[in-house]
């Protein structure tokens, strides 16, 4: 009779936490989320979208996310930390600081160029104190990366010495963030052509001769001669 009441509480136990596994695979639910408030955008996209979206209940829902504003929190989080992994993964297969930088960024760029970008838009307006600490959070890793590559790429003659390298980063970073919400850029849909075109400004701006040269070659290699 225990036997089988302890077989029974296992059972009931297990379909319980099978119940929502989406919610339990963090990465894909994360992903998916980014990739909806990029579509339909971060004020727009209700808690009710989101349980409709992946099956759920908003009870459920609300247990893991008490408000909205965690929820959102946690995607910003999440993939500015896996779009960083990513550059640090690429940093150790490309040694050349340059192509690093060129090549970086790849899956962050494919998402975002994927409709027009309102999550920052409606991000900046309606959660500015989110969309302020989610740059100064993330600008800070950025930084650190830059500088340790501008490092590595003046010890084998590719960058300038004696740069305002601080000033140059700063500007680069800023690109990066107000494009999406700039109305200057409002009619360039080709999202990753601007993300490179930023970069290639950034690496004209402290690259040596012997820097141009290797930049040119990369240019021709993946196919940015024209931007």
């Known amino acids: 009779e225990i ?8 059972v ?21 989320l980014f990739e909806m408030f990029h579509i339909y955008g971060v004020k727009t996209l209700t808690m009710d979208d989101i349980a409709k979206e992946f099956s759920i209940s908003k009870k459920t829902l ?17 993939m500015s930390k896996e779009g ?26 494919e998402i ?3 409709e027009k970008n309102i ?3 409606q991000l900046l307006k309606y959660y500015p104190d989110i969309f302020h600490s989610h740059q100064v959070s993330i600008s800070v890793r950025i930084i650190k990366i830059l500088k340790e ?23 680069l970073i800023t690109l990066f963030f107000s494009a999406d919400v700039s109305p200057l850029f409002t009619g360039e849909t080709d ?26 070659e990369l240019k021709e290699k993946y196919q940015y001669n024209n931007i």
């Open 112 to 114: 975002t160029c994927k």
């Open 3 to 10: 036997d089988k009441n302890l077989e029974t509480f296992f």
């Open 119 to 121: 999550f920052d838009i």
């Open 84 to 109: 960083l992994d990513e550059v640090d993964r690429i940093r150790q297969e490309y040694r050349c600081p340059i192509e690093s930088l060129l090549v970086s960024g790849a899956r962050m760029d």
């Open 149 to 171: 590559d501008y490092k590595k790429g003046v010890e084998i003659g590719y960058f300038r010495k004696g740069v305002s390298i601080d000033l140059y980063i700063k500007f």
């Open 12 to 32: 009931f136990s297990f379909r319980f936490l099978s119940l929502h596994p989406i919610m339990d695979d963090k990465k894909y639910f994360l992903e998916k």
């Open 191 to 216: 999202k990753k052509s601007l993300s490179v075109a930023m970069k290639l400004l950034y690496l004209d701006a402290i690259v040596t001769d012997e820097g141009k040269q290797r930049l040119n």
């Open 62 to 78: 609300y247990q893991k996310y008490s408000h909205k504003e965690n929820l959102i929190c946690d995607v910003l989080d999440f």
